[in-house]
């Protein structure tokens, strides 16, 4: 997918990896949409989930990439919205899975959980790896449904 477009966002708790990580695409050839945060000055995870929710939701970007403390808050605020499949990563093994299996369309990561080597080699994955369709077809549509 190098060359895609693909949005990037973070709050002050993963604002390092999520700058890391956008050094990493811009390097590889995509082009990058940093919705923020800018700073490690202390913000608010949802409002950065939604900014992912909203740029994939109206079609600006196919892929995102989340970063807070933890991963968790910053991918439930980004699925609210049924167009996103925010997978929370924590190595190469669940980046995989989360595009066979779920076709992921967001990966989040938590900068005071995961070591930034892993978090680098997952991302690579979760950006090389297609999903599987057949059995898991049905089952990610109906993640969608009302
Ligand atoms: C911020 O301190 C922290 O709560 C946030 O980054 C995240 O881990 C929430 O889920």
């Known amino acids: 997918m190098a060359g895609a477009s693909i949005a990037v966002a973070s709050d002050h708790a993963g604002f390092d990896l999520k700058e890391l990580l956008k050094r990493d695409l811009q390097q590889a050839g995509y082009d990058v949409l940093d919705l923020g945060t800018n700073s490690t ?35 439930i605020a980004a699925n609210r919205n049924p167009k996103v499949r925010a997978a929370l990563v924590h190595d190469e093994t669940s980046a995989r ?32 790896t297609e999903f599987a369709g057949g ?6 549509a109906k993640l969608s449904k009302d």
Do not use: W
């Open 97 to 128: 899975l989360s595009r066979e299996h779920n076709d992921a369309n967001v990966v989040a990561f938590g900068q005071r959980l995961i070591g930034t080597e892993t978090a680098r080699a997952a991302l690579k994955v979760f950006l090389n």
């Open 41 to 75: 000055a202390s913000v608010d995870y949802p409002d950065f989930g939604k900014a992912m929710a909203d740029a994939i939701a109206s079609g600006q970007v196919a892929r995102g990439v989340l970063v807070c403390g933890t991963g968790i808050g910053i991918s």
């Open 135 to 140: 059995r898991h077809a049905g089952r990610v």
